[in-house]
């Protein structure tokens, strides 16, 4: 598992206006700046920086056409965070184990 691409993963994903915006492009098959842009009470400018943030992150690709920029999700980005949340499921796996043993001792 590598530290620094969960890192910047998690920074990324920290912001919460950012998070919104990522939301929105996971939910479209493409969309435009301008598209995100349109209802969000966010600026274009600060758009364009968090979907740049989303690019270095690896969460988001995007593609020029004339003068508009799409952009879609990359699944592949999310894939250190899985992985740190894989690492951990046995830990929680065993918990829940032990939660529902002694939820039947409780109440039989």
């Given at each position: 598992?590598?530290?620094?691409?969960?890192?910047?993963?998690?920074?990324?994903?920290?912001?919460?206006?950012?998070?919104?915006?990522?939301?929105?492009?996971?939910?479209?098959?493409?969309?435009?700046?301008?598209?995100?842009?349109?209802?969000?009470?966010?600026?274009?400018?600060?758009?364009?920086?968090?979907?740049?943030?989303?690019?270095?992150?690896?969460?988001?690709?995007?593609?020029?056409?004339?003068?508009?920029?799409?952009?879609?999700?990359?699944?592949?980005?999310?894939?250190?965070l899985a992985d740190?949340m894989g690492h951990y499921g046995?830990?929680?796996?065993?918990?829940?184990?032990?939660?529902?043993?002694?939820?039947?001792?409780?109440?039989?």
């Open positions: 598992m590598q530290a620094a691409p969960l890192d910047t993963l998690m920074r990324t994903l920290a912001d919460p206006t950012r998070r919104a915006v990522f939301e929105r492009v996971v939910n479209a098959q493409e969309i435009s700046v301008a598209e995100l842009t349109q209802g969000s009470g966010v600026t274009q400018s600060a758009i364009s920086q968090h979907l740049g943030s989303l690019k270095r992150a690896g969460l988001v690709i995007d593609r020029a056409q004339g003068r508009n920029v799409y952009y879609r999700a990359d699944p592949q980005g999310l894939a250190p740190w046995a830990f929680w796996r065993k918990r829940f184990a032990n939660l529902r043993t002694l939820l039947k001792d409780i109440d039989p």
